[in-house]
């Protein structure tokens, strides 16, 4: 393992600002809001905001803060956060982002999850936190091998943690994380003590008799599953079948680049604008991620990989999910598609945590961090109970 510290060339953030200065801007059809993707004058002003107000260098050290590391795992190197609680006897936690995320969407739970007493909390709730970039990722870097996909990375995931020296832990995620920990679970049953996750996608059975009786707020649920479907998938499909094709314009372009990720931020969040629920200069330093990283195209690949066909889609998020290991799970009503928990039972017979949320999205550790603290909290703790 390889220690790690970004540090990113001044050359690099001022082609970055240059290519930004250099937009050739399309039109647009007057007066349709956000219906056909982002607003030309919404990502003119954010653009501008990347090019001439937000500080990479803060964003940096704030990464640099914490100790990194790089190892290589079944051919592709795996770029890791390791935050060591100074509780001796945390609980150790692997935390896996998703698309359009990366690490630096935990910056702010890695406080209050490591030092539970220096924010309020209590010392026992004290977790020594591995924070992973999937490989094609970020600091990860491409992958230029077939087949990784989420199985593949859930095993490299366990043999990271083998060579951290944790036997025994949990896995929490959201979006692809939620894939990776449940086939986590899986595959290291003897290891991994619980899975948390802030998404969950829940299919219906082909069995009529579970659509009977279900209240008003799980067939809203599943109405917005059916138009998601329909209307919201666009982005997949391409990621899904052509995600080379794709590469080149997300590779070359900044402001592309920042509007195919934007957009999913304002739609899986709870505002107008993603501003309304995310700092605008969190969401843009993970952005920047992708961009510095030349990682944007090749993050789509695991797309490709996972679910390039409806049954590849169905079978990676749908499960069902055989694990040995209590799951929890926490709705945030913003997220893509809420799931509905009577589907989510027969998918996962060993689910023994669900909570309610009021606010909040997709983007939970970014949007209410305090409630996802609380909540992965709350999981470990009733896992522990239970044994």
């Known amino acids: 393992m390889r220690p790690f510290r970004i540090e990113i060339p001044q050359a690099d953030l001022d ?17 349709v809001g956000w219906d056909r993707g982002v607003p030309v004058g919404y ?46 006897g945390a609980t150790p936690l692997l935390l896996t982002h998703g698309w359009p995320g990366s690490v630096a969407e935990f910056l702010p739970v890695i406080g209050p999850l490591t030092d539970p007493a220096a924010h309020g ?4 709730d004290a977790f020594h936190l591995v924070i992973p970039s999937i490989p094609g990722y970020g600091f990860s870097g491409p992958v230029t091998e077939r087949g990784w996909d989420v199985v593949r990375v859930a095993h490299a995931w366990g043999e990271l943690m083998r060579r951290l020296g944790y036997e025994r832990y949990y896995a929490q995620g959201g979006d692809w994380g939620t894939a990776i920990s449940l086939q986590l679970g899986r595959a290291f049953p003897r290891n991994v003590l619980g899975v948390h996750v802030n998404m969950l996608v829940t299919f219906p059975s082909d069995d009529p008799e579970v659509l009977a009786g279900l209240d008003e707020r799980d067939q809203e649920r599943l109405a917005r599953m059916v138009w998601f479907h329909q209307e919201c998938t666009g982005w997949q499909r391409i990621q899904s079948t052509r995600p080379q094709t794709l590469c080149y314009g997300l590779t070359d372009s900044p402001v592309g680049q920042l509007a195919w990720a934007v957009e999913k931020f304002k739609e899986w969040s709870s505002g107008k604008v993603p501003e309304d629920a995310l ?33 590849d889609n169905i079978r990676t998020w749908g499960g069902p999910w055989d694990l040995a290991m209590p799951v929890g799970v926490a709705v945030f009503p913003h997220d893509a598609t809420p799931p509905v928990r009577r589907f989510a039972e027969p998918m996962i017979p060993t689910l023994s945590h669900w909570t309610e949320f009021d606010r909040g999205g997709h983007f939970a550790a970014m949007e209410q961090p305090e409630l996802l603290v609380d909540d992965v909290r709350r999981f470990v703790r009733s896992c522990a109970d239970r044994s």
């Open 121 to 124: 909390g209590d010392p026992a």
């Open 43 to 88: 990502l003119r002003e954010l653009a501008e905001h990347w090019r001439t107000d937000y500080d990479w260098r803060a964003a940096e050290a704030q990464l640099n803060a914490h100790p990194q590391f790089i190892t290589e795992i079944d051919g592709a190197d795996v770029h890791f956060l390791h935050v060591r609680s100074p509780e001796p």
């Open 279 to 311: 700092d605008r200069d969190h969401l843009l330093t993970n952005v920047t991620i992708y961009w510095l990283t030349a990682t944007a195209g090749s993050a789509a690949q695991l797309y490709y990989e996972s679910s390039r066909t409806e049954e």
């Open 15 to 31: 082609d970055l600002h240059r290519r930004i200065a250099a937009t050739r801007w399309p039109s647009e059809v007057a007066d």
